[in-house]
């Protein structure tokens, strides 16, 4: 009997145990799961938060800078804009564009020295050359700027297609100048005026492909040519007959052959060391 006893009690023992251990269980369990039910919307809140500042600041645009193509005395390069516009700039030069210019609503660059275009047409987006206080606006076209800041006028010449010029000194007046092939705009800095010319287009485009073309010019304007051309300075150890003029052209030519000729005309020697060109 006292076995029996002792039996039930022990058993009774494992029972309440067993009572105590799926309470404990159970408590447990609902503790947790009021833990993950306020702390799961949070870490949700969180991470959509997080998320939305990743896209913000992966939105937000680069800083525009400027691009600068610079082209010495001596040098004449060649390139294609994003947008697929060529330029050729000659030596002397530089050309000035923003790094977002293929996105921006107007396609804009600024010009010193001379350059010739040939733009990517686009009608949603025209194409602008500032140079100076005259602005060349174009579709699609292709023309040359020289706006040299040595020289009393800036001109515009067109090839092809057509463009408006545009007096910025005047801008309240709205004069402008509309070219179309073969004509030439002419803005004289110092009267602040534009007028429309003829030309003769071997004069004006043949630079691009290394024809030096002289029309009546004096010795100081070749003089300055063959300094922007050739990359190199005069020494002048003579006088030297400035009424004087001359015409001609030189395709390709060396300095040498070109001073060849010239020594003639105006009946000096010279010599060349390096990049100095002494006349004697």
Known sequence: IAEKLWDNIRLGIKKDNRKIQHHERESSYKFFMKIAAVLIPLLLIGYVYFQ???IVVNTIPEEAVSI??????????QFTLSDGTRVFLNSNSN??????????????????GEAFFIVKRDEQRPFIVESGK??????????NVRAFDYEDAITVSVEEGRVQLQNKTKSDLGE?????????????????SLEKLSFDGSEVFDWRNGIIHFKRADFQEIKRTLEQWYGVSFEIERTIDSKKDFT???PNKP???????????YDFNYEINNKIITIN
């Open 248 to 250: 001609g052209s030189y």
């Open 255 to 265: 300095l040498s052959t070109v001073l060849d000729g010239l020594k003639f005309v």
């Open 134 to 143: 005259l602005q060349t606006q174009v579709l699609g076209t292709a023309f």
């Open 52 to 54: 939305q500042q990743s």
């Open 176 to 192: 402008h100048l509309i070219l179309q092939q073969s004509d030439m705009g002419v803005f004289e800095k110092k009267a602040q």
């Open 95 to 112: 050309l000035t564009y923003s790094s977002h210019f293929n996105d921006e609503i107007i396609r804009k660059v600024k010009l010193k």
């Open 68 to 77: 600068k193509k610079v082209n010495p005395s001596g040098k004449k390069t």
